[in-house]
């Protein structure tokens, strides 16, 4: 009994009580006359009882049942082996704990051995109180369970009739198999009754956890698995079969032929839907919207590009883009150019994105200008690529110098087989490298045909496309909707960003199918009401990782009509090949998890023990999917291949594969598969497959570290991954190694804490021992752990702990340290205003970043300030800079930046007033700019100041060095951070028009000759293309319409129109700038080209001095964002110094 405990904890069908009840069940059967026969013979052959016979068949069971290898089962002694005992009359019973090893590749043979010997050793050892063990193990305590075992087994020995005085006879076991007795003190107990001819089994088992038809099956497979015994007790025990004739109807046959449905190419399919309805919508974005039509030519020019550049088919063309129209535009032109595409994500690192390159060698690069510029080691080593044809995608169609622009519109038609290469999709790898995963185009078409009968997905439908660029559901939210001809809807990425956003734009589009992943969804749904209800959408396909009962009915709230369905699959099945449609009818009073369900058509979700063998229902094993349809393999890498793909046990045909998914899996009494785990080391977070040895390898190319293991570890609402470190260095510290891990690895990957120890702990022969590592910890700004002392305190750090996912939180621990982002941020902020009404701005969490800052704020009624300044970071010697917000009010988004300016520079935001609830928003620029001019000399009263702003905050910044300027102070830098000049247009030249007036007559005259240029059959279209706007344009007007009404009325504003967005959007929109004198530094994002000519032509009208201009990587939304936050950093932090050096220098 010497070392860890084992839990023996057999699936059940209710989810465990937290305080173990007694309430019981019983299942009753009676073995054949044959059969208990040979029971007997067998154990008389190997020296053993009857009861260390069927002890041992059924620790083989729950072996089967748990895959535990190590066993512990109870048993009574009647504890009478004294002479002075055998006489008396009185209660001697004690309780026996029987432990056994129970290997899968034992023969039941040598586990009946293992019995007999633990058996005999207990009974030499009976005399020892039960209460002793406990006393001498102190095995933690579980208000769940029972201690030490859980499961009970009780042989009764009684002759199969019993002659009574009276002339009757009666048979004790049948009566007490038949007693109403409803009590059961285990999780399982089974009682056995050895009459003279048959022997009766009874499960009794707790109906808090089990239900009848499961232990009734289970006590089925028990005779089934007692019949093989006795004919081939030197058979391996993963070999004998727990498929119960009675189950075989309700699971797949592997050996059964299985079908092969279509054999169309996507490409061919999309086509036939733009040719049958061209004008229909295909495709939009924030910028663009595509017809079918429009999307068939521009795709087919692009694969004729490719083709006339040398691409050929199974050529890997590499795709570097964001989330946007032109990505669907590049892989459908890569398809229909016989080639096969590599999606780059940009917001993963450039070293991640060079180990993709470096293995799958692309002859092709396409590059979406929108996505940004590439970071530069990524870009010299695109340059040494041996690539056939280098293009830069832009937005729209037919722009200026568009090197698609003398292609041909006409269909390549290169012929596609079903096996031909269609992608390389890359996942996490346990060598420190991703692998690559080889898609082949048969599979493509397959699941819409399949969901389009199963679920009547149709033209109508609007798909919106929020999957993960490395996500294999991308596929599904591109290439479902055109094999239908629905509609695809890519959302602004700054509407991904808030909740209530992407609820607003879901709303907006009309979306009726979402893929979405278990963490999207409670993003989603996070802090809904009642009004937000999203009535358009039908169907939500779930994938990526376990979906509970909570995230759907969460999403039921927010979509009433909608259906949920739990899909399954892998990157290597290319498409979702499991199912299951949580319905009205499924039960209710399950566990919370979900089920994985069945195969859609010609796919087998099998379940395989060890031996490669069926598992029965409710046998634990691992899951392989049977399909025609899986991926060629992983690309260089034929070893993983074969391990990964192999052929099937069941069948002779080498082409009939399967693919081993390394899920651990059982089958319920229906055929649904259930999840039950991992086989191996791979994980998912957020619907990413991480493999921990990938990180590992990382971390310990690090010259400070010696040895290093990650592990995941659950709390009460994700997934999150731990480091360990043994350092070679002593300075080194976690700050560090996340620094360093962020350079390399996707921010998925990194984990959410990373701990030094001195040695990684080992079990006896020597392995590493997981179980004792420590609990992760988070805090690292504290010697000694500080504990909440308030009520307020203790408040916050429940709050902070469901935010953030964390066991413990040291009140004096940075939000911003611990992981928070703008995301949480959010979270937190909304349950922060439910629990002590009141509404704090965003920026409070600079002000506050800590518990116990942040009780303290609330405390003093901090949230009926009306400051606007936020101190970012207020320390350091250099003369402060003044960042105000962008149109969204917060200044969250500059953490990174002032961050990467380094703590000697100070950083303050200015948000919008009205944030908190409590002021009314300003509606002109230049009473924002005198407020803010207000609050920045009540901090600095006289110059030089240093100031700036991002987008919307440029044209406020703007204002406010005007102002300041019109004071008599010194403005020694004003900052433009891509922000647009609005209202320059309305000022007039010297011909009298307005920018914006010159600009009408010049767009009228361009569409004109268009016109004149097109046959008569294009120009409709022509027309239909270019309204595409107009629906944004009169809500734009309406919404003016509405506000000048109201104010002019003096009438409340609608809801829609008070938010401080909508306020800080009218502000600019009615804005008229005046000219200022000064200097003007202007950053601007490379990766919105269509706006460079307007941006600085405008600023040079605005501030006719001097203007200085910075390119930077990215886009508008992503600036200052990682990885282009460093650059801007870096430029600014120049220009700071310079403007400093230069007023100093004229002081002196």
Known sequence: ????????????????????????????????????????????????????????????????????????????????????????????????????????????????????????????????????????????????????????????????????????????????????????????????????????????????????????????????????????????????????????????????????????????????????????????????????????????????????????????????????????????GVLKAGAAFTILDPAHPAARLIDCLRIASPRGWIQIEAAGALPLALDEFVEKLACRSHLSLKRGRNTENDPLAGCSTNNPNIEIDADDLAYIAFTSGSTGQPKGVMGRHGPLPLFTSWAREKFNLNESDRFCMLSGLAHDPLHRDIFTPLQLGGAICIPDPNDLEAPERLRAWLKRQAITIANLTPAMSQLLTDGCGIDEQIESLRYSFFVGDVLTRRDVARLKQLAPSISCV???????????????????????????????????????????????????????????????????????????????????????????????????????????????????????????????????????????????????????????LAAYIVCAQPEITASTLRDWLTEKLPAYMIPSSIMMIEALPLTSNGKLDRRALPAPEHSETANEFAWPLSATEEALALIWKGVLGLEHIDIHDNFFELGGHSLLAVRLFALLEKRFNKRLPLATLFQAPTIAKLAKTIEDDASKRSASLAPIQPCGTRPPFFCIHAVGGNVLEYYDLARHLGNDQPFYGLQSRGLNDSHQPHERIEDMAAHYVKEIRELQSDGPYFIGGRSLGGIIAYETARQLKEQGQEVAL??????????????????????????????????????????????????????????????????????????????????????????????????????????????????????????????????PGELEVHEIPGTHLDIIKAPNVEEVAKKLSACLKIAQTLYQNRER
């Open 1 to 332: 009994m010497s070392g860890d405990l084992p839990v023996l904890d057999i699936p059940s069908d209710h989810p465990r009580p937290p305080v173990q009840t007694y309430s019981g069940g019983r299942a009753v059967a009676t073995l054949s006359k044959d059969l208990t026969s040979a029971l007997y013979a067998l154990s008389k052959r190997e020296g053993a009882t009857l009861f260390m016979m069927l002890l041992a068949a059924f620790k083989v069971l729950l072996h089967r049942y748990s895959a535990n290898e190590d066993i512990i089962i109870g048993s009574p002694i009647a504890n009478r082996a004294q002479s002075e005992t055998e006489d008396l009359i009185g209660f001697f019973l004690n309780n026996l704990a029987l432990r056994t090893s129970v290997p899968g590749d034992s023969t039941f043979r040598e586990v009946l051995s293992r019995v007999r010997h633990t058996a005999l050793d207990a009974y030499a050892n009976q005399d020892v109180p039960f209460e002793r063990l406990i006393e001498e193990l102190k095995p933690e305590r579980d208000l769940s369970r029972t201690s030490i075992f859980q499961v009970y087994f009780n042989l009764f020995s009684f002759s199969d009739q019993i002659d009574l005085p009276d002339g009757e006879s009666i048979n004790f076991v049948d009566a007490w198999l038949q007693s109403e007795e409803n009590l059961s003190k285990f999780d399982l107990t089974l009682y056995a009754g050895a009459g003279d001819k048959t022997i009766k089994l009874a499960f009794v088992y707790n109906t808090d956890l089990f239900a009848p038809e499961r232990m009734i099956l289970m006590l089925d497979q028990f005779q089934h698995l007692l019949s093989q015994i006795v004919a081939r007790p030197d058979e391996t025990i993963s070999r004998l079969s727990l498929v119960t004739p009675s189950a075989q109807k309700y699971l797949p046959d592997p050996s059964a032929p299985i079908g092969s449905n279509g054999n169309q190419a996507i490409t061919s399919l999309f086509s036939a839907q733009a040719k049958q309805q061209p004008n229909a919508l295909a495709l939009s974005d924030p910028n663009e919207r595509w017809t079918y039509d429009e999307l068939e030519r521009r795709s087919n020019q692009l694969a004729n590009y490719l083709r006339g550049n040398g691409i050929r088919k199974d050529d890997v063309v590499a795709i570097y883009a964001h989330r946007s129209a032109p990505l669907v535009l590049a892989i459908l």
């Open 566 to 720: 739990n899909l399954y699959g892998s990157t290597e099945t290319q498409r979702a090949v499991g199912h299951f449609l949580v319905d009205d009818s499924y039960d209710s009073s399950g566990k919370e998890i979900l089920p994985l369900g069945k195969g859609i058509h010609d796919v087998q979700l099998l379940v395989l023990n060890k031996s490669q063998e069926l598992c029965g229902i409710g046998e634990i094993g691992e899951i392989y999917f049977r399909t025609p349809h899986l991926a060629k393999g992983y690309l260089a890498d034929e070893k993983l291949t074969r391990e990964r793909f192999i052929a099937n046990p069941f069948t002779n045909d080498p082409a009939d594969r399967l693919y081993r998914t390394g899920d651990l899996g059982r089958y319920l009494p229906n055929g649904d598969v259930e999840y039950a785990g991992r086989a191996d080391r791979q994980i998912k977070i957020r619907g990413f497959r991480i493999e921990p040895a990938e990180i590992e390898a990382v971390l310990t190319k690090h010259p400070g570290v010696r040895e290093a293991v990650v592990i995941a570890h659950q709390n009460d609402r994700d997934c999150l």
């Open 974 to 1103: 004003l900052v433009l951070l891509d922000s647009y000049p609005v209202g320059h247009q309305k000022l007039s030249n010297a011909d009298g028009l307005t920018v914006r007036e010159r600009r009408a007559i010049r767009r009228i005259q361009t569409h004109l000759s268009n016109l004149r240029q097109l046959p008569t059959s294009a120009k409709l279209n022509y027309l239909l293309s270019k309204s595409r706007y107009a629906p944004k344009r009169i809500t734009g007007t309406l919404w003016r319409g509405v506000y000048r009404s109201c104010v002019k009325l003096g009438v409340a504003l609608p809801r829609s129109l008070r938010s401080v967005e909508q306020f800080n959007w009218l502000a600019a929109h009615q804005f008229v700038p005046r000219l200022y004198d000064g200097p003007v530094t202007l950053f601007w994002a490379s990766g919105d080209l269509r706006a460079k000519f307007d941006m600085i032509e405008g600023w040079r009208k605005l501030a």
